[in-house]
């Protein structure tokens, strides 16, 4: 299975243009077979968008850790689970750098997760800085450890990990395939100290950062990866289709 994740982030300004946006990729999706789409728009859109491909989902881009209570702005993940939710964005970089989301907040953003049996896309990647200290191994390991530190093998079948270099966010310079596959293979060999090599191998590995039409099939194909996690490109609702359609014929 290939999982092709919309992150939408605080886009767009109206529903009617999520929705425009929505109902093309829903259309040109009807035949997948392969290919596990999933599209995370703002909270507020989620309880008006409906499909009913099973191949087509939902998830949300954050979420609150505690299930209730006096936590104003917050949004728990009963929540949206009621409203259609099946995937869960956890510790994107814009989480942890504009909102000071500490390696303890998004473990217990991970346990909520884990608690209410929906599935976590957890993000993990380096800044320019720390790649150009040679720190990615450090800040890699430490951001997955953290993260799923207290999970218990029974619930990582519910976790994807999408590798997204913080310095290819959005820059328009993604990372080469061949650093990707070396972050997804160092991903794996973490996850198996962690838990076992076998277990490991079952945890899909996605690549996000500056994805589009043109470097989208050399993620799959050349770096190996399960997935996208894809942020501009997934307003473009054509060129985020054309995506999907490479990946059905991976």
Known sequence: MIYIIANWKCNPKSFNEAKRIFNLVKEKTKEIKKTKVIICPPFVFLPKLKTKNSKLQLGAQNCFWEDTGAFDGEVSVPMLKSVGCKYIIVGHSERRRYF????????????????????????????????????????ISRQITKALKGIPKKDV???????????????????????????????????????????AEKIPILYGGSVNRKNAIDYLKEAEMNGLLIGGASLRPQEFVEIIKQAENV
Not at 160 to 187: D, N, T
Request: contains cysteine.
């Open 157 to 199: 079948e519910k976790i994807r990990i999408a590798y997204e270099p913080v310095w290819a966010i959005g820059s328009g310079k993604p990372c080469r395939p061949v650093e990707a596959q070396v972050a997804s293979l160092f991903i794996k060999r973490t996850l198996s100290r962690m838990y076992t090599r076998k277990i």
């Open 100 to 139: 000071k989301e500490t390696d303890s907040v998004i473990n217990k953003k991970m346990k909520a997760v884990m608690k209410h049996n929906l599935k976590a896309i957890l993000c993990v990647g380096e800044t320019k800085e720390e790649k150009r200290k040679g720190k990615f191994s450090m800040i």
